[in-house]
C-alpha cells in the first residue's frame, strides 16, 4: 500500500469513527430526554422535563466536541454540569445532592430530588454509561481534575476499604437525626451539603497532593462509588480494544487516571469497574485501537 493509500484508508477509518461519534451524541441526548419527558409526565413537573434536558444537551454536546477533536470537551461538560448542580440545585435551590440528601429522602419515602439523582446517575444509570457520571458531571471531580496531577504519579494504594467506611458513615448520621427525631431536618440537610462539600474538596485536594494523583479521593473515599462500582461492572458503554490493531505499547495505561487495563476486553479487566470514560486512553493510542 503506497502513502496515498494509506492517507485515504486513515481518512476513512476517521470519517467511520467520527459518524459512530455523532450517533453516540444523537442516542445519548435521546436517553436523557427520554428521562425526563418521562418524570415530567409521571410527577407533573416541569422542573424535571428542563433539568435532565440540559443536562442531556451537555453531555451531547460534550461527546460531539470530543469528535471533533477538541481537547477540553470533557472540562467543558464538567462544568456545564457540575456548576449547575453545585451552585442552581445545591445553593440556590437548597437540595443537598450529596449521598445525605438521598438517605434523607429515602427515610421519608419520598422519590424526588436527590433520590431520582441517584437512580438515574448513580444506581441505575451507571448499567448504561458505567462511571461516566465520575468524568462528566461530578462537581467534586470538576476541582480535582484541575490540579497538577492528571496520571497518577505513584502505584494504587490498598485503602478503598476508606469509601465503605464514609459511606456507612453518612448513612448513620441521617439514620440518628430520623432517630433522635431532630427538627428542622431540611436546614440541616442544607448545612450538611455546604460542610460536606468544604470536607471533599479540602480532602480530595490533599490526597492528590500527597498521593500525587488527582482522582486520589475518587479511588479510596468517596461513598458513591459503592453504587456505581457494582453496576458500572454491567455497564452497555465501554472502552474496547481491537486487538488486531493493538501493539502493546502501554500508552493508554500510563495516562489512565484511574489505573485501569482498557486492553484487557474482559469484565473482570484489573480496576474495570473504575473506568470514568474520559477518554484519555483513545486519545494517547498511536494504532487507533480503542
Not at 492517507?7 to 436517553?31: C, D, H, P
Amino acid at each position: 500500500m503506497n502513502r496515498k493509500e494509506k492517507e485515504k484508508a486513515i481518512e476513512i477509518r476517521r470519517e467511520r469513527k467520527s459518524k459512530k461519534g455523532y450517533i453516540s451524541s444523537i442516542l445519548l441526548f435521546a436517553v436523557f430526554e427520554t428521562v425526563a419527558i418521562t418524570l415530567w409526565l409521571t410527577k407533573d413537573n416541569l422542573f424535571y422535563l428542563l433539568n435532565f434536558s440540559y443536562i442531556g444537551v451537555s453531555l451531547s454536546l460534550g461527546v460531539f466536541l470530543f469528535q471533533k477533536g477538541y481537547g477540553y470537551a470533557r472540562r467543558v461538560v464538567q462544568f456545564l454540569v457540575g456548576l449547575y448542580m453545585l451552585v442552581y440545585l445545591g445553593l440556590i435551590s437548597n437540595e443537598n445532592m450529596q449521598i445525605e440528601g438521598f438517605w434523607y429522602y429515602l427515610f421519608t419515602g419520598v422519590f424526588e430530588a436527590a433520590t431520582i439523582h441517584y437512580a438515574v446517575a448513580k444506581i441505575f444509570g451507571p448499567l448504561l454509561f458505567g462511571r461516566g457520571w465520575c468524568g462528566y458531571a461530578c462537581w467534586t471531580a470538576m476541582v480535582l481534575d484541575l490540579l497538577p496531577y492528571p496520571v497518577p504519579q505513584k502505584p494504587r494504594k490498598r485503602l478503598g476499604f476508606i469509601r465503605y467506611i464514609t459511606f456507612a458513615a453518612s448513612f448513620f448520621f441521617v439514620a440518628a437525626l430520623f432517630f433522635c427525631h431532630v427538627g428542622n431536618l431540611e436546614r440541616i440537610m442544607f448545612w450538611s451539603f455546604l460542610v460536606g462539600n468544604i470536607l471533599y474538596y479540602t480532602v480530595g485536594i490533599l490526597l492528590a497532593f500527597a498521593f500525587q494523583d488527582n482522582r486520589a479521593f475518587c479511588k479510596y473515599i468517596c461513598p458513591i462509588t459503592v453504587f456505581l462500582k457494582p453496576m458500572s461492572y454491567f455497564s452497555l458503554l465501554r472502552i474496547q480494544c481491537d486487538k488486531e490493531k493493538c501493539v502493546s505499547c502501554g500508552a493508554c495505561r500510563r495516562v489512565c487516571p484511574m489505573h485501569v487495563d482498557v486492553t484487557d476486553n474482559s469484565r473482570r479487566r484489573r480496576n474495570g469497574t473504575e473506568c470514568i470514560l474520559c477518554m484519555e486512553c483513545v486519545r494517547a493510542c498511536p494504532k487507533d485501537a480503542l
